[in-house]
């Protein structure tokens, strides 16, 4: 874990990447409750995704902050022994209602993961891949314009534009996650998850994708469990503290880096546990 001082974290905070905050509820979960087995993960969590806002789920390891983000497009839908409990929306529209088609949920609240995990296909293929299968476009001319918005979109366009049917497994870490983030884009979605985007990548290209994370915040929601302090200061609006499968408390990014209600929240962005 990182840890911070008063006045790096004061640093962070006010290089924080600013924006006139949306206040409109994209995501609300209800009494949101998770257990693998006998275990229980998550106790009763309330928490609101606003729409065209990043905000980052922080807390000490285990606690369950990829255990909620995996509800938010039903990825525990894939561990056997995951049970969920409560309420989720997605624009009011109740995700887990037998209704919902989980393939066309999973399009419109994307995901990208801790580790970069592109196809072991082309670059080009990895972009294209989703709108194919979701039958987004009709013709090739339309595929291939959609790749490239997306790779525009990724901040990797120019990096790959002469090499798109090289192996996207060929690009450096950072490049890959790039990738992994275009090809969740070029399905459209309106949430982005993202589970420590930047833990397997250095300092510049952590850089990057985090200024990335700013730009796509203009069109997507996005939703991101992160162990640094520093990136959760530097490109969240809101903050979602979890400790022991409970939410402790939601509020501004500012707020909470600055004068937290509570001490748990102060001691672990503090260092003082975690
Ligand atoms: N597939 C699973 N089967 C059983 N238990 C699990 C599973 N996934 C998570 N858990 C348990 O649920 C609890 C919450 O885990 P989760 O991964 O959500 O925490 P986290 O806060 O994201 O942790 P970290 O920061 O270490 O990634 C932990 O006790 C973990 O061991």
Same mark, same amino acid.
């Given at each position: 874990?990182?840890?911070?001082?008063?006045?790096?974290?004061?640093?962070?905070?006010?290089?924080?990447?600013?924006?006139?905050?949306?206040?409109?509820?994209?995501?609300?979960?209800?009494?949101?409750?998770?257990? *693998?087995?006998?275990? =229980?993960?998550?106790?009763?969590?309330?928490?609101?995704?606003?729409?065209? =806002?990043?905000?980052?789920?922080?807390?000490?390891?285990?606690?369950?902050?990829?255990?909620?983000?995996?509800?938010?497009?039903?990825?525990?839908?894939?561990?056997?022994?995951?049970?969920?409990?409560?309420?989720?929306?997605?624009? #009011?529209?109740?995700? @887990?209602?037998?209704?919902?088609?989980?393939?066309?949920?999973?399009?419109?609240?994307?995901?990208?993961?801790?580790?970069?995990?592109?196809?072991?296909?082309?670059? *080009?293929?990895?972009?294209? *891949?989703?709108?194919?299968?979701? #039958?987004?476009?009709?013709?090739?001319?339309?595929?291939?314009?959609?790749?490239?918005?997306?790779?525009?979109?990724?901040?990797?366009?120019?990096?790959?534009?002469?090499?798109?049917?090289?192996?996207?497994?060929?690009?450096?870490?950072?490049?890959? =996650?790039?990738?992994?983030?275009?090809?969740?884009?070029?399905?459209?979605?309106?949430?982005?998850?993202?589970?420590?985007?930047?833990?397997?990548?250095?300092?510049?290209?952590?850089?990057?994708?985090?200024?990335?994370?700013?730009?796509?915040?203009?069109? @997507?929601?996005?939703?991101?469990?992160?162990?640094?302090?520093?990136?959760?200061?530097?490109? &969240?609006?809101?903050?979602?503290?979890?400790?022991? #499968? @409970?939410?402790?408390?939601?509020?501004?990014?500012?707020?909470?880096?600055? &004068?937290?209600?509570?001490?748990?929240?102060?001691? @672990?962005?503090?260092?003082?546990?975690?």
């Amino acid at each position: 874990m990182n840890v911070m001082t008063e006045k790096t974290l004061e640093e962070a905070v006010s290089t924080r990447m600013s924006g006139e905050p949306n206040e409109a509820i994209k995501m609300k979960g209800e009494k949101v409750t998770v257990h *693998y087995g006998e275990k =229980q993960a998550l106790f009763g969590v309330d928490l609101d995704v606003r729409e065209k =806002q990043v905000t980052a789920l922080i807390g000490p390891s285990g606690c369950g902050k990829s255990t909620f983000l995996r509800c938010l497009n039903r990825m525990n839908d894939t561990v056997p022994s995951a049970r969920v409990g409560g309420k989720i929306t997605l624009d #009011g529209e109740d995700i @887990y209602d037998r209704a919902i088609d989980v393939v066309e949920l999973r399009a419109r609240v994307g995901m990208v993961f801790q580790k970069p995990n592109p196809f072991p296909k082309s670059i *080009y293929e990895n972009v294209a *891949y989703g709108p194919r299968i979701h #039958g987004l476009t009709k013709t090739k001319a339309d595929l291939d314009g959609v790749v490239e918005s997306s790779l525009k979109k990724a901040a990797l366009w120019n990096e790959v534009k002469d090499r798109l049917h090289e192996p996207g497994t060929g690009l450096s870490g950072g490049q890959q =996650q790039r990738l992994c983030i275009a090809r969740a884009i070029a399905v459209s979605p309106e949430v982005i998850l993202m589970d420590e985007p930047c833990s397997a990548l250095d300092p510049i290209a952590t850089a990057k994708v985090e200024e990335l994370i700013d730009e796509l915040r203009q069109n @997507y929601t996005i939703v991101i469990v992160t162990h640094s302090m520093q990136q959760a200061a530097r490109v &969240s609006q809101r903050t979602a503290m979890f400790h022991l #499968g @409970y939410l402790v408390e939601e509020g501004a990014t500012d707020k909470m880096f600055t &004068s937290p209600d509570d001490k748990r929240t102060q001691d @672990y962005i503090t260092g003082r546990f975690g």
